[in-house]
């Protein structure tokens, strides 16, 4: 599967795609996870920060490397912001928090292997070789 | 973090929820189902079911004639809503209109995430358990001193919808 892919066939579920932004904020939101010790950003959502800026479902979220701006509603927090709110977790050192949905929230290390956390402890519950599924496992909860 | 009674108002009241209430609780690890999944999908389905009688707290979560409708039918929940169990089913959580609440997904599903994985190394956890059906916090419905000339905030928050859609 392809980013492209991925993002078409999350449309085709009623995510809504955040539009791209510049590389700029990739570039800074990179450089503060590593100051935090969590991941730099793998080449999965380097490159999905590319083709878009976040996507969400219902309730279920992939960040983006900007915060969200809505109007008078509260923003959807950027990458690092997340990540900074939960830093000092051991069980999240090496690792960057991408998405959240009711249920869990979903990590990745550097080398792009996914990971499925509980949202009590954010110990590992289930760990993904493909990006795409830990992603697509993210969204899908939002449908519910 | 252990906390106590009233250092975990304390850490809520940072996190911008000083009106959450909070229960003590020991965690117990329990089995879950093999069929959670499709039992918490027809729980969460109940729970919107029931929501016809949080009419004052859904007039107060600033949605759209639409997204009342779908709320409400239990076909959707709006945009940056989530539904939480106030005791997780790991944990020993039924998945029941009755230990379900609703709130919004950022900042308080956020916040509430980060308040029981900072106790996540203690015996006995806090856990939100708002007494209400929905959590809308009061720090929403704040008017301005002076110019706001509603005496209550049901008053303040209708005044807020009617003029927002030039209805005045």
Not at chain 1, 20 to 48: C, E, W, Y
Not at chain 1, 105 to 116: E, H
Not at chain 2, 143 to 162: E, F, I, P
């Amino acid at each position: 599967m392809t980013t492209s892919e991925f993002i078409s066939s999350m449309k085709s579920r009623g995510a809504k795609i955040i539009p791209a932004v510049s590389g700029n904020h990739t570039i800074i939101a990179n450089t503060n996870l590593q100051k935090m010790r969590a991941a730099m950003l793998p080449a999965f959502l380097s490159d999905l920060y590319e083709h878009c800026g976040g996507i969400t479902l219902g309730s279920a979220y992939i960040f983006g490397p900007k915060e969200i701006e809505r109007g008078i509603k509260y923003p959807i927090p950027a990458i690092d912001k997340i990540n900074q709110d939960v830093a000092g977790n051991k069980n999240l050192f090496g690792k960057t928090v991408f998405g959240r949905n009711d249920l869990f929230w979903f990590a990745t290390d550097a080398l792009g292997n996914c990971f499925m956390l509980d949202n009590l402890t954010l110990s590992v519950l289930r760990k993904y070789d493909n990006p795409y599924n830990a992603m697509t496992d993210c969204l899908i909860v939002g449908k519910i | 973090m252990q906390l106590n009674q009233e250092s975990a108002k304390d850490r809520l009241a940072a996190l911008g929820m000083d009106d959450m209430p909070v229960m003590e609780y020991r965690p117990q690890r329990c089995t879950v189902d093999k069929d959670w999944f499709k039992k918490y999908a027809i729980a969460r389905r109940d729970f919107l079911a029931s929501l016809t009688d949080s009419y004052e707290e859904i007039a107060f979560m600033n949605l759209t004639q639409e997204e009342v409708m779908n709320l409400i039918m239990g076909k959707s929940i709006p945009e940056n809503t989530s539904i939480r169990l106030k005791i997780p089913l790991i944990w020993g959580g039924d998945l029941s209109v009755d230990n379900m609440f609703m709130c919004s997904t950022f900042p308080h599903s956020n916040n509430l995430d980060r308040f029981i994985f900072e106790q996540s190394d203690a015996s006995i956890i806090f856990l939100p358990n708002p007494s209400k059906k929905i959590y809308v916090t009061t720090h929403l419905a704040g008017g301005g001193a002076g110019g706001n000339a509603a005496s209550d905030r049901l008053t303040a928050a209708a005044m807020n919808y009617v003029s927002s859609r030039g209805n005045e």
